[in-house]
C-alpha cells in the first residue's frame, strides 16, 4: 500500500508550525491566568518525585507555571524551537513532543530530591533543543545542520548556565533528562536516509 496524500508545500508547513506553536504558547498563558484567578490551584499539577499517583502528573506538568514571569521565560524559546522542529512535519513534530514531555517528566520523578514540586516547560524546551542540535547530523540535512549550529550559537550558554546544579529553584535534573531526551528523539524518530534500505509497506 502505498501514500497518494500529496506532500505539504513548504509555505503550508510554515504556516502549520507557526500557528501551531502560537496557539501552543497561548494555551500556556490561559492556563496561568486560570492558574491565578484560581489561587494557583493548578499548581497541584506539578510532579512531586516518587509519590505514586503524581504519575498522572507527568504530562499536565509541561503546561503548567508557577507565575507569569515563568511562564513568560519559557515563551520565547519555546515559540522558536518548536517552530523550528515543526517545520520537519507536524505530526513527527508532535510525536518528538511527547516522547520528551513523557521522558522527562517519568525522570522528574525519578530522580528530583523529595518535596520538591516540579512543573514547566523548560524540560520541553532543553529537549527540542537537543532534538535541533543533533537532528541534522543524524539524518545528513545540510539545512538541519545549519539550524542546528545557529541554535547552539544563540542558546548555547542559556542552555548550559540551566544545566547547573547550584541554581536554587531551577529543576537541573529535568533539563538534563529534557535534553538527552531531546537527542534520543533525533535518533529514534529520524527520517531514512534515500541510501538506507527500506522495508517496503504490503
Given amino acids: 500500500m502505498t501514500d497518494t496524500r500529496p506532500a505539504w508545500s513548504r509555505g503550508e508547513r510554515v504556516r502549520a508550525a507557526a500557528v501551531l506553536m502560537a496557539g501552543w504558547v497561548a494555551l500556556l498563558w490561559v492556563l496561568e491566568v486560570v492558574d491565578v484567578a484560581t489561587g494557583h490551584a493548578l499548581d497541584g499539577y506539578g510532579v512531586v518525585p516518587r509519590t ?13 507555571h508557577f507565575g507569569f514571569s515563568h511562564v513568560a521565560a519559557n515563551s520565547v524559546p519555546l515559540l522558536v524551537l518548536g517552530f523550528l522542529a515543526a ?7 508532535l510525536a518528538v513532543c511527547a516522547l520528551i514531555v513523557v521522558a522527562d517528566g517519568l525522570g522528574v520523578w525519578l530522580i528530583s ?9 523548560s524540560g520541553l524546551i532543553f529537549g527540542l533543543f537537543g ?5 541534522g547530523f543524524v539524518e545528513r540535512r545540510p539545512l538541519g545542520i545549519v539550524a542546528g ?17 547550584t541554581q536554587s529553584g531551577v529543576s537541573w535534573q529535568g533539563h538534563l533528562i529534557g535534553l538527552a531526551a531531546g537527542v534520543a528523539a ?4 529520524r527520517r531514512r536516509h534515500p541510501t538506507e534500505r527500506s522495508v517496503p509497506v504490503l
Fill in 52 to 64: 505514586p499517583s503524581e504519575l498522572v502528573d507527568v504530562v499536565p506538568s509541561a503546561f503548567i
Fill in 87 to 93: 517545520l520537519g512535519g507536524i505530526r513527527r513534530f
Fill in 113 to 121: 530530591p523529595a518535596g520538591t514540586n516540579t512543573a514547566g516547560a
Fill in 131 to 135: 532534538y535541533l542540535l543533533v537532528s
Fill in 149 to 165: 549550529v545557529l541554535v547552539a550559537a544563540v542558546w548555547g550558554g542559556s542552555i548550559l548556565a540551566g544545566l547547573a546544579p
Fill in 186 to 189: 533525533a535518533f529514534l524518530l
